[in-house]
């Protein structure tokens, strides 16, 4: 099964929690949303693969480690996940960035595509898949169903909140995804929104409640 990784760093639980106040404004939630991205993707980058190069410092030549590339994609669930984005991209500054649209069928919960773009070279390319919210799972199932079947192979999802409903199915689909989520939630409730959660990230991130 894929491991999932909840992060206790003192920073991101406290801007975790202004991120759910009813009361933080649109300017601010994006901030934070930035913010908590940049500081998980320090430590979900932690096993990318290193190499040996010579530099010279001012002082005398030396061997140091550096990325043994640059082959890292971000692939944003549209449209909650693009706010998570740009905190990443301050950290990886060259990863390519695909995209893939679903919205939720308010009847049935399941997810429905409307759109798929992804870099030619995904399955090269070690993929952080990145959504704020891990709810009943559909949404980051499909997305992922999406990566694998254009030739992606390492990927890790990356979400701040995450229900246990979400996290069990994630696993059954895709048992090779390691999860990285700021916060394990209690339950799903009958609307499928995550408790306590933070509402729609999407609406909030937007202001377009």
Do not use: W
């Amino acid at each position: 099964m894929g491991n999932v990784f909840v992060f206790d760093h003192p920073l991101i639980q406290h801007k975790l929690a202004i991120l759910r106040d009813k009361n933080t404004s649109t300017k601010d939630f994006r901030e934070l949303v930035k913010e908590i991205s940049m500081l998980m993707t320090f430590e979900a980058t932690r096993t990318l693969p290193l190499k040996e190069v010579e530099i010279e410092t001012p002082i005398c030549k030396a061997t140091m480690r550096m990325l043994k590339g640059e082959d890292i994609a971000i692939v944003p669930i549209l449209r909650a996940g693009l706010g998570m984005v740009e905190g990443m991209q301050a950290l990886v500054p060259n990863a390519k960035v695909g995209h893939i649209g679903l919205y939720r069928d308010p009847e049935t919960h399941m997810p429905v595509e409307y759109y798929c773009k992804l870099p030619a070279d995904i399955g090269e390319r070690q993929v952080f898949v990145v959504d704020p919210m891990l709810a009943t799972g559909g949404s980051a199932v499909a997305a992922i169903d999406f990566i694998k079947e254009r030739g992606g192979k390492k990927v890790i999802f990356l979400c701040l909140i995450a229900a246990p409903e979400g996290i069990e199915v994630m696993q059954q689909a895709h048992p090779d995804v390691d999860i990285f989520i700021a916060a394990k939630d209690s339950h799903l409730n009958e609307h499928a929104y995550i408790v306590p959660g933070l509402g729609d990230a999407g609406d909030r991130l937007f202001g377009t409640k």
